[in-house]
C-alpha cells in the first residue's frame, strides 16, 4: 500500500507565517497503511526567490529536522516540500508550504507607539481609540506585510477592509518581557494610489480591570498602536508606512465603553463611516503623541491566535418565572453574540450572560463583580449585523432585553461565536458509554474555554487568571485533545521570565502574574513559594517533552526547573518543605467547606512533600534526557533523601502507614513511588477500601485527582477506579453530566443535588482541573499513551472494565494517526491498531500476562477468544 505525506509543518507553528524562527525545524506526517513501512532518507525542497534547492539525508528523522538551508533573513518567505524514501518506497512530493519570517532584525523603520493626544481616563475604563492614517502608493503593489500590536487589544482595517481574522489581538502574556506583534499579509487590501489604515483599539488585559480588587493598568495606564505596513512595489521599490506623529486618532466612536469583564457597550449611532478609508477627512481628529517603548520585547508569537473557530444557534428561547426573555444555547462556551437584527432607532438592547439558571432566572451570583453585559444600540439605518470586539464572556444563558419587535429572536438572528486560541484538534474518544461520552466532550468544552492565549481557571467570572497549579494538572490531557505545543511554549516562556523576576526564583501562582512591577513591593501574595502552582516550572516541561520529543523546547525550560527545585522552595532541616509556607495543597477536596476551599483532609505540608519528591525524580528526568548525567545523577540521590525525610516525618510516627489515611495521601505515595515494598501493599490495601468505604465516591481535590487513577491502575486496581469513574453521585465526574452540566466544574458540587448553585465564593461551571481524569481515560480505556517521547512508539494497552464493551481513542501525533479500537462481545475482546508509516506500537493485550508485542505501521488485528469483561 502507498505511502504519502499528509502535511508538512515548521517548529510548532500550525500556520507558519510571521514566525521568529530564521532556521525552523521541518516536520512532516505520513498517512497510508503501509505495514512496517519506515523512512530511511529524505528530501526537502525549499524554493527561494523562485530558485528551488533540494537537500537530502539518510535518516529515519521526520519531525523537527534541523533546518537545511541558510537561515531565513527578516520578512523572508520559502516554500518548502518533502519528500520521503524507505522500506523499498518512496513517497511522492508533498504539497508545497510557505514559511515567512517576521521582523528578525528587529527593525521597525522608526515605527513609534502612539496614543490620541489627550488625558488618558484616571482610575475608569478606558474608552476604545480609533487610529488612523492616509497615504499614498506610487506603484503597484507585488506584496505588503502589516506588522501590528496593541498596547491593549487592537483590530486593524485597510481601506475599509478587516485585516485577518484574529480577535482579542495580540493576546494575553507577560507584556513586561515579552510583547508580541501579529503578521499580516494584506496584499489584496492596498490600491495604487489613495489608502488609509485604521485601528481600534480597547484596553483589554493592557490597561483594563484585571484579577482581584479591582486592579487596573497592570501594564500601561494609556490605549496605544504600533504598527509598520511594509510595501514592495512591483518596481521592486519599498514603501513604509509606520506609526508616527503624523497619524490622528479619535475617541468619539460608536464603542462607548469595552472591559473584558463587564462588556461592551456599541451605539451605532456614532458610527463614523468611512473612517479607515483614503477620502475621509480626518481633520477634526485629535493628534497623537508618543508613547515609552514597550518594556517587553517585540517578538513574534509562539502560539497560535485567537479566532472565532464555531457558531451556534439558540437551543431554546423562553420566558423566565419572572417574565424575562432569556436563550439556552444549550451549550456552555466562550465568546460573544453576533446580532443581526434591524429596528428603530435608540432602540437598547442589552445581553446579560450566564452560565446556569438560578430558580428559573439566569444565575449570576457566580460571576461575582463581572457584569458580563453587552448593549447594542440601533442606528435605525436596514438591518445591523454586530458582534463586541473588545470582550469576551462564559456563557450559557442569555437574558435579553430591549429586542425590538420588528425582528424575530431566532437563531437567523442571534447566533453564539465560540472562540479560543485555534489549535489544532489532534485527540478523540468515544465508547459505549455515552455518559462518559458526554463528559468527555465537557472535558474539551472547557479545554477551549480556557485556552485563550494563556490557561485561564475560568472564562466568565472576575478572574480568567493563568493559575498555575490548575494549568500543572491539566497539561497531560491538554496535549492529547490539541496541539498545543506552541500555546505553551509561550506561556512556559512567562513562567520562567515571570519564575526569574526579583532574584528568587519563586514561581508565582497566577502567569501572568498581577504584580508585573512589583507594585505590592514584592510582597504581592501570588508570589509566595508553594507547591503543585510552582511545580508547573518542572512538571509541565516534561508533559510538553513526553508529547513532543522536543529537547529544545526542555532545554529552554530547564534553567527554571532546575532553580525552583535549587532555590525556589523554602525548607526545613530536613530538606522537605518548610512548615511555615502557604499552600493550596489539595484544593477543593470534596470535604472543603464551601467558604473554605483550602480546607481539605489532607495535610497540606504532607501533599507539598509529595510534589517535592516526584519534581525531584522529573528533574532528575529531565536532566538525564538532556544527557546531563552529573546533574542526573545528583537529583535522583536528592530524591532518595527526600523520601528518607519524608518517611521520617509523614510514615514512622504514624504507625508505619501515612499521617493522613486519605485517598490523596495514599495515591500520592503510590503514584510518587515513595512507599516502600512492605507499606505500599498496605497502602494498595488501604486504599481500596477507603475508596469502597465512600461509596466510589471521589475523594480528592487538585493534588489528587490527576493521579488518582493511574495510582489504582499501578497496584493493579483500575477496576476499582472503573467503579469510581462511573458514579453518578456527588461527588464525581459523571455527576455533573447528570445534571446537565455541557463542561467540567471547578467544585464537585459547583451546583448542589436540589439545582442551587453552591453558596461558595468559588463556584465555577466551567473549569478544566477535575477534567484531568480525561489523561486516565485516553491511556487505560482508549488504550493509547506515548511509550517513548514525541509518539514514536506509541503504548496501545487498553484495560477494559466498567461494563465498557466498546472504545474508540485516536490520536493525530507528528508521524500520522495512531487508532486503538476495541470491542467485546461473546466472541471474546478484538483489538484494531492502527499505526502511522515510521511509527512503531507496543501493544499490551489484557490478557493479564503484560507481554509486549511489538508491531510497525499499517493496521493490525488481535484477539482474545474467552476474554470476558472484569466485573
Not at 67 to 85: F, G, K
Not at 190 to 206: C, H, K, Q, R, T
Not at 769 to 791: C, Y
Request: aromatic content about 10%; charged content about 20%; proline content about 5%.
Amino acid at each position: 500500500m502507498s505511502v504519502s505525506i499528509s502535511s508538512v509543518s515548521f517548529e510548532h507553528h500550525h500556520q507558519a507565517f510571521g514566525i521568529g524562527e530564521a532556521a525552523p525545524r521541518v516536520s512532516w506526517r505520513f498517512e497510508g497503511a503501509a505495514v512496517d513501512w519506515e523512512q530511511t532518507g529524505y528530501e526537502i525542497e525549499i524554493t527561494r526567490d523562485g530558485v528551488p534547492r533540494i537537500f537530502g539525508a539518510n535518516s529515519s528523522a521526520s519531525t523537527l529536522v534541523s533546518w537545511p538551508d541558510e537561515p531565513l533573513t527578516s520578512s523572508e518567505s520559502a516554500t518548502v516540500r518533502a519528500r520521503a524514501y524507505g522500506s523499498g518506497s518512496a513517497t511522492d512530493w508533498s504539497d508545497t508550504v510557505s514559511v515567512e519570517a517576521a521582523l528578525l532584525d528587529g527593525d521597525w523603520a522608526g515605527a513609534l507607539p502612539i496614543a490620541a493626544d489627550r488625558n488618558t481616563e484616571v482610575n475608569a475604563s478606558h474608552k476604545p481609540i480609533l487610529f488612523r492614517r492616509a497615504f499614498e502608493l506610487n506603484s503597484t503593489v507585488a506584496s505588503a506585510r502589516l506588522y501590528v500590536t496593541g498596547l491593549g487589544i487592537y483590530e486593524a482595517q485597510i481601506n475599509g477592509q478587516r485585516v485577518g481574522d484574529h480577535v482579542l489581538a495580540p493576546g494575553y502574556m507577560s507584556y513586561q518581557f515579552r510583547h508580541t506583534y501579529d503578521t499580516y499579509d494584506v496584499t489584496d487590501l492596498l490600491n495604487s494610489g489613495g489608502n488609509a489604515i485604521g485601528v481600534a483599539v480597547g484596553e483589554g488585559w493592557w490597561s483594563g480591570r484585571w484579577g482581584f480588587q479591582n486592579m487596573r493598568n497592570l501594564y500601561g495606564d494609556t490605549i496605544g498602536l504600533l504598527a509598520l505596513l511594509s510595501v514592495t512595489n512591483e518596481d521592486g521599490t519599498k514603501q513604509k508606512i509606520k506609526t508616527d506623529l503624523t497619524w490622528h486618532a479619535s475617541a468619539d466612536g460608536p464603542t462607548v465603553s469595552a472591559e473584558l469583564y463587564d462588556g461592551e457597550v456599541y451605539d451605532s449611532r456614532l458610527e463614523i463611516d468611512g473612517w479607515s478609508e483614503s477620502s475621509f477627512n480626518d481633520s477634526q481628529w485629535l493628534g497623537v503623541k508618543q508613547l515609552p517603548t514597550p518594556k517587553g520585547m517585540l517578538t513574534p508569537p509562539d502560539g497560535p491566535p485567537i479566532r472565532r473557530i464555531q457558531t451556534i444557534k439558540p437551543q431554546r428561547i423562553f420566558e423566565s418565572p419572572t417574565g424575562k426573555t432569556l436563550v439556552d444555547f444549550g451549550q456552555n462556551l466562550v465568546g460573544w453574540l453576533r446580532f443581526n437584527v434591524q429596528g428603530p432607532s435608540g432602540t437598547n438592547i442589552t445581553i446579560r450572560h450566564a452560565e446556569v439558571l438560578d430558580e428559573g432566572e439566569i444565575g449570576v451570583r457566580p460571576l461575582r463583580s463581572a457584569k458580563a453585559i453587552d448593549t447594542f444600540i440601533l442606528n435605525g439605518k436596514d438591518n445591523q449585523t454586530w458582534e463586541p470586539s473588545f470582550t469576551y464572556h462564559g456563557f450559557r444563558y442569555v437574558e435579553v432585553n430591549g429586542w425590538p419587535d420588528s425582528t424575530t429572536l431566532d437563531g437567523e438572528h442571534l447566533t453564539a461565536i465560540v472562540v479560543h486560541s485555534d489549535m489544532e484538534r489532534t485527540g478523540y474518544f468515544e465508547c459505549s458509554n455515552k455518559l462518559l461520552n458526554r463528559f468527555h466532550e465537557n472535558v474539551i468544552w472547557s479545554m477551549i474555554g480556557n485556552f485563550l492565549s494563556v490557561p485561564t481557571d475560568c472564562p466568565q467570572r472576575d478572574e480568567r487568571l493563568g493559575w498555575t497549579g490548575d494549568a500543572h494538572a491539566f497539561m497531560p490531557t491538554s496535549n492529547y485533545l490539541f496541539d498545543a505545543s506552541g500555546f505553551w511554549r509561550s506561556w512556559l516562556r512567562d513562567v520562567w521570565s515571570e519564575t526569574s523576576t526579583g532574584g528568587k526564583n519563586s514561581t508565582p501562582h497566577i502567569v501572568p502574574t498581577l504584580d508585573p512591577d512589583f507594585k505590592n513591593n514584592g510582597s504581592d501574595s501570588f508570589r509566595r513559594p508553594t507547591a503543585i502552582w510552582g511545580d508547573v516550572i518542572v512538571g509541565n516541561p516534561w508533559a510538553l517533552y513526553q508529547t513532543t520529543g522536543d529537547k529544545r523546547m526542555l532545554e529552554e525550560q530547564y534553567p527554571g526547573a532546575q532553580a525552583w527545585i535549587e532555590s525556589g522552595i523554602p525548607r526545613n532541616e530536613a530538606g522537605l518543605w518548610n512548615r511555615s509556607t502557604f499552600q493550596y495543597a489539595d484544593w477543593l477536596d470534596p470535604l472543603s467547606p464551601p467558604d473554605a476551599p483550602g480546607n481539605a483532609t489532607t495535610h497540606k505540608h504532607l501533599v507539598a512533600d509529595s510534589y517535592l519528591i516526584q519534581m525531584t525524580r522529573l528533574l532528575s528526568q529531565i536532566s538525564h534526557a538532556l544527557d546531563k548525567t552529573e546533574e542526573a545523577q545528583k537529583y535522583a540521590s536528592d530524591r532518595q533523601g527526600l523520601i528518607s525525610a519524608f518517611h521520617d516525618a509523614w510514615i514512622e510516627p504514624y504507625n508505619g502507614l501515612i499521617a493522613n489515611v486519605t485517598q490523596t495521601a495514599l495515591t500520592l505515595g503510590i503514584r510518587f513511588d515513595i512507599f516502600d515494598e512492605a507499606t505500599r501493599a498496605q497502602a494498595a490495601s488501604t486504599l481500596n477500601s477507603i475508596i469502597a468505604n465512600n461509596s466510589f465516591l471521589v475523594g480528592t481535590g487538585f493534588a489528587g485527582t490527576q493521579q488518582l487513577g493511574f495510582a489504582l491502575s499501578s497496584i493493579n486496581s483500575t477496576d476499582t477506579f472503573y467503579k469510581m469513574l462511573l458514579q453518578t453521585s456527588v461527588p464525581s465526574w459523571l455527576y455533573q453530566v447528570v445534571m446537565n452540566g455541557t463542561t467540567t466544574w471547578e467544585r464537585w458540587d459547583s451546583m448542589l443535588p436540589n439545582g442551587m448553585i453552591n453558596p461558595g465564593e468559588m463556584t465555577s461551571f466551567n473549569h478544566y482541573a477535575f477534567g484531568s481524569v480525561a489523561d486516565w481515560i485516553h491511556q487505560k480505556i482508549g488504550g493509547l499513551a506515548p511509550s517513548e517521547p514525541g509518539w514514536k512508539t506509541t503504548l496501545v494497552a487498553p484495560e477494559p472494565g466498567g461494563n465498557i464493551t466498546s472504545a474508540n481513542a485516536t490520536y493525530l501525533s507528528p508521524y500520522g494517526v495512531f487508532r486503538s479500537t476495541w470491542n467485546v462481545t461473546g466472541a471474546g475482546f478484538a483489538l484494531e491498531v492502527q499505526i502511522p508509516p515510521n511509527a512503531r506500537a507496543d501493544v499490551v493485550l489484557p490478557d493479564g500476562k503484560n507481554k509486549i508485542i511489538k508491531v510497525g505501521s499499517g493496521i493490525h488485528y488481535f484477539a482474545l477468544e474467552t476474554y470476558t469483561l472484569p466485573e
